[in-house]
């Protein structure tokens, strides 16, 4: 009879087990999200920022609690450099917390901590260029990092170029960051 | 790439030389078809391609090594993005086992088909800054042989394919029609 009721408890725990690795995998996939980030600004003082949360876009609302990972992270813009000389283009990110509110600019300049994710994206003096999401890609360094940071839902971009405030030389627009996560639905 | 066409060389050198036996319980086989994605939004449907050797096991049992080959297609938009990125691509081997009256001479022969392997995935347009991944997966449909005549089969067969996935799944739908081959008398 013990023997009947440990067979069966192992049976049932089996059962359950599968049935919950059968719900996770059917309902897991994978998702894109699009998030605009606001580049069109020019660089005050030294550097651009732009806080952005996730919270709030539908696709990452949908998944938040059960993301099982980032697959990949790209970006969309318009870069326009109206400056004499050739300006490389540099993004930062950094996790933070607390509002995302725009005019809340960080008085401590670029955090020592942030993480390089594009550099050395060039543009010749008066030139323009699109960069798409299969061109991001090729610009994009310490992925795994990044991946990290885009999982706290909330972080900080930073960026550097040529010009100051208001000089309006090196313009960035459109700027899209695309998420491809794999996870499952709540 | 060249491994795995080693790979296919032997399991149809394998089935070869076992093809003068009395009792003949060997083949190989070849499918092509579609493969749908299932909650992909990076992806598109695309094709496979899927090479066997055939053990026939028990009489309504038949295990079948395979080694495929499949690319999904690459959606050109998403959400006014131009997604300009390739779709993946799958390089998967492992065992089937078709369960039924399949392979067995003339007429209409329905099966199941049950398997695991492991699969490889990657991306053209991301191996520059990530690696291509090998996870083990399973899959699990149901098909139908036609004998044609007592060597020569065509078959028609729906896979699903579930890809572990960090806790999760690529899950992915295989629509395959093919040809199958049996040495000596026929299987």
Known sequence: MKKRTLTFAILSLALLCLAGVGCKLIMSGTFVIVEEVEFSFTADGSFYWYPVDLTGNSVWEDHKDNIDRIDMIGFSFDIQNNSTETCEFNAMFVAA???ADPSDWPTGGIPSGAVSVISGLTVPAGGSETVTYG???????????????????RFDYYGTSCGVTGDSLFVVTDGLLVITLSGSED | MKKQVIIVGVLVMMAVSFAGAQTPKFGVGFSGGINIPIIQDDQKSGSIFEFRARFSALPFLTIEPKLSF???GSPDTFEDIIWDVDGSKITA??????????LSGPGFAPFFVAGMGWYKISNDSYETIQDSET?????????????ITPKFSIDARAKAHFISWDGGAKKSLALLGGLNYAFGGGI
Do not use: R
Request: charged share 10%; hydrophobic share 40%; net charge negative.
């Open chain 1, 97 to 99: 917390t607390g509002p």
């Open chain 1, 135 to 153: 061109e991001s890609l090729g610009h994009i360094s310490n992925l795994e990092a990044f991946k990290d940071i885009i999982m706290t839902g």
């Open chain 2, 70 to 72: 499949s690319s999904y």
């Open chain 2, 135 to 147: 996870k083990f997966g399973f899959s699990g449909g149901m098909g139908f042989a036609i004998g």
């Open chain 2, 93 to 102: 081997y492992g065992v089937d086992g078709i369960l039924g009256g399949a």
